[in-house]
C-alpha cells in the first residue's frame, strides 16, 4: 500500500503563488510516476502534471503550462507542485496520485485525500 497526504493549499487572490507539497508513505518503491489532478465544483477531475520517478520528465495540462512547475524530490518521497499567477479557474481539490505501471498519461493507482485550493478574484 502507499498513502498519499497532501499539505499547502489555501484561499489565495488572483495572481498569487502556492506550492502543494504531497508526501508518499508506505511501499514507496512502487511509485514509477506522481501526478496532480484538480475537479472543481460540477467538472469532472481533470489531469494537471505528473512526473516521473527515474528520469524526472514531466508533463502538464495546457491550461497550466508555464504557470505551473511539478518536481519530486526522492530522497523525502515528496511531489510539489508550484502554482504562479493563479487565477479564479484554477480554484478546485487537487490531488495527488501514483503511478506504479508506468501509465501516468492514463491510469494512477493510490490518490490522496485531496486539498482545496481556493483563488478570489
Known amino acids: 500500500q502507499v498513502q498519499l497526504v497532501e499539505s499547502g493549499g489555501g484561499l489565495v487572490q488572483a495572481g498569487a503563488s502556492l506550492r502543494l507539497s504531497c508526501v508518499a508513505s508506505?511501499?514507496?518503491?512502487?511509485?514509477?510516476?506522481m501526478g496532480w489532478f484538480r475537479q472543481a465544483p460540477g467538472k469532472e477531475r481533470e489531469f494537471v502534471a505528473a512526473?516521473?520517478?527515474?528520469?524526472?520528465?514531466?508533463s502538464y495540462a495546457d491550461s497550466v503550462k508555464g504557470r505551473f512547475a511539478i518536481s519530486l524530490d526522492n530522497a523525502k518521497n515528496t511531489v510539489y507542485l508550484q502554482m504562479n499567477s493563479l487565477k479564479p479557474e484554477d480554484t478546485a481539490l487537487y490531488y495527488c496520485?501514483?503511478?506504479?505501471?508506468?501509465?501516468?498519461?492514463?491510469?494512477?493507482?493510490?490518490w490522496g485525500q485531496g486539498i482545496q485550493v481556493t483563488v478570489s478574484s
Open positions: 508506505g511501499r514507496t518503491f512502487r511509485i514509477y510516476a
Open positions: 512526473i516521473t520517478r527515474t528520469s524526472g520528465t514531466t
Open positions: 496520485a501514483a503511478d506504479f505501471h508506468g501509465t501516468y498519461t492514463s491510469q494512477y493507482d493510490a
